[in-house]
């Protein structure tokens, strides 16, 4: 079998190359940047102009997989693609990147062309975390089933370059240059504050993590894939508990957070509070708390509980991509 994957997302490439790589798949990644920005609006149009560019390399493959977006998929759903495809849907199956030209998008025929996909025996659409097929039935009534594969979190050769040691960063904190680290509140300055060392600035992949003593996020969306990437390798997170989450949603108005109107009643479907992943998280339920958990927890067995997770989690997520592809 010859696998191609079609995404946006360097995180979701490294992800399904590691996947079939340890499958023993023949695969290979395209980015299709034909329209800049706009490439993540696929139109009709946009669909059959891109058929027609590449339908000769595609043809190559037995097995088509789109991920971040899945609107890619409009591609061969558009053209009656007879071979398997395989539809994992990263952050909405409908994003949409504003402002729209050459729209509408998505446009009814979109969410028509959906709804057969999930009724055809070659077309596989899965939600890489709960949230997406609760999304897709209870916003869009289309229902995708049940399955769901999360990212395995294995690191490729995509990412395996990136692994300097620096020393001097092993007690310094790492702060995400995320919305609701940095724009929603400063959480670098709240942390020096509390007279805790760290650090807010972009990384060099997750094997880059590796020099601090661990991370401090405030989730901002029902599932991240840079998260897998660091249970792969051990990396702590502390996140502020259930209970303090909600008060920081309400404290202030630019708290981000899509769909966040399902937040309060179905906030197990993200990854961050799902009771799977209740024994790797570190939970704070105040700035004093995660002062104390950071001075005083056992770092050594944190990180051990966070490989045995990961080790039993790749396993099934490859024991899913293999069910799905051999199928």
């Not at 620096?166 to 509390?194: A, R, V, W």
Request: glycine fraction near 4%.
């Amino acid at each position: 079998m010859k696998v191609l994957h079609l995404s946006f997302h360097k995180g979701c490439i490294n992800d399904i190359k590691y996947v079939l790589n340890n499958l023993n798949i023949q695969n290979e990644y395209m980015f299709i940047d034909d329209f800049g920005e706009q490439k993540y609006n696929m139109t009709r149009k946009r669909a059959n102009i891109l058929w027609e560019k590449y339908k000769n390399e595609f043809e190559k493959y037995d097995c088509i997989i789109t991920s971040d977006t899945a609107p890619l998929c409009r591609i061969f759903l558009e053209n009656n693609w007879s071979k398997k495809l395989i539809i994992w849907i990263c952050n909405r199956f409908d994003y949409t990147h504003l402002p729209v030209r050459d729209g509408p998008f998505p446009d009814p025929e979109y969410y028509d062309i959906i709804r057969k996909a999930v009724m055809m025996d070659n077309v596989y659409v899965i939600g890489y975390t709960k949230f997406e097929n609760f999304y897709c039935k209870n916003k869009r009534n289309i229902d995708i089933g049940n399955k769901v594969i999360k990212p395995s979190g294995g690191i490729d050769e995509i990412y395996k370059n990136n692994n300097i040691i620096k020393e001097e960063l092993k007690e310094t904190l790492f702060i995400p240059p995320y919305h609701n680290d940095t724009i929603y509140m400063n959480l670098s300055e709240h942390l020096n504050t509390l007279g805790l060392k760290n650090v807010c600035c972009r990384y060099n992949g997750p094997m880059d993590l590796l020099n601090y003593k661990a991370v401090v996020h405030i989730p901002y969306a029902w599932s991240n894939l840079a998260l897998f990437e660091a249970f792969s390798l051990g990396i702590i997170y502390f996140i502020p508990s259930k209970e303090f989450f909600y008060k920081l949603m309400i404290e202030r108005d630019n708290f981000f957070w899509p769909g966040n109107e399902y937040l309060k009643d179905h906030i197990e479907l993200s990854e961050w509070y799902t009771e799977e992943h209740k024994d790797v998280f570190v939970y704070f339920n105040s700035w004093e708390h995660l002062k104390e958990l950071v001075c005083n927890i056992d770092y050594e067995n944190q990180k051990n509980k966070i490989k045995e997770f990961f080790e039993e989690h790749k396993a099934n997520t490859l024991n899913s991509w293999k069910e799905i592809l051999s199928n």
